[in-house]
C-alpha cells in the first residue's frame, strides 16, 4: 500500500520560513518523480515544485521561483520543501504527489497523493 505523508505545515508570519517533508512508503521512490501541490480555500490546486527522480531536475511554479527549494533522499524515501519569505498568497494545503513518468506536472497525472499539510501565512 501506497503511503505518502505530508509534515510540517503551520502558521507563520509573513517573511517567515517552513520546511515540509514528504515520507513515502510503498512504492520504490527512486522510480518516481515526485512533486508538490497546494490547494487554497476555493481555488484549484496548483503546482508548486517538482523533483525528477535523481533529484537532478527541479521545476517551479512561477510565484514561489527563487523563494522555494525542493530536495529529495532516495535513500531516506524523503522529500522536502523548504519555503522561505512566505507570503499571505502561499497559504494553503500543501500535498505531496508521485509520477511514474517523468517531467508531468499536471495534479491530473499523478500517480498518487498524500492528504496534505497545511500551511497558514499571516499578514
Known amino acids: 500500500q501506497v503511503q505518502l505523508v505530508e509534515s510540517g505545515g503551520g502558521l507563520v508570519q509573513a517573511g517567515g520560513s517552513l520546511r515540509l517533508s514528504c515520507a513515502a512508503s510503498g512504492l520504490p521512490f527512486s522510480g518516481y518523480s515526485m512533486g508538490w501541490f497546494r490547494q487554497a480555500p476555493g481555488k484549484e490546486r496548483e503546482f508548486v515544485a517538482g523533483?525528477?527522480?535523481?533529484?537532478?531536475?527541479?521545476n517551479y511554479g512561477g510565484s514561489v521561483k527563487g523563494r522555494f527549494i525542493i530536495s529529495r533522499d532516495n535513500a531516506k524515501k524523503t522529500m522536502l520543501l523548504q519555503m522561505n519569505s512566505l507570503k499571505p498568497e502561499d497559504t494553503g494545503v500543501y500535498y505531496c504527489?508521485?509520477?511514474?513518468?517523468?517531467?508531468?506536472?499536471?495534479?491530473?497525472?499523478?500517480?498518487?497523493w498524500g492528504k496534505g499539510t497545511l500551511v497558514t501565512v499571516s499578514s
Open positions: 504527489a508521485a509520477d511514474h513518468i517523468v517531467g508531468r506536472w499536471d495534479a491530473n497525472d499523478m500517480d498518487y
Open positions: 523533483i525528477s527522480r535523481s533529484g537532478e531536475s527541479l
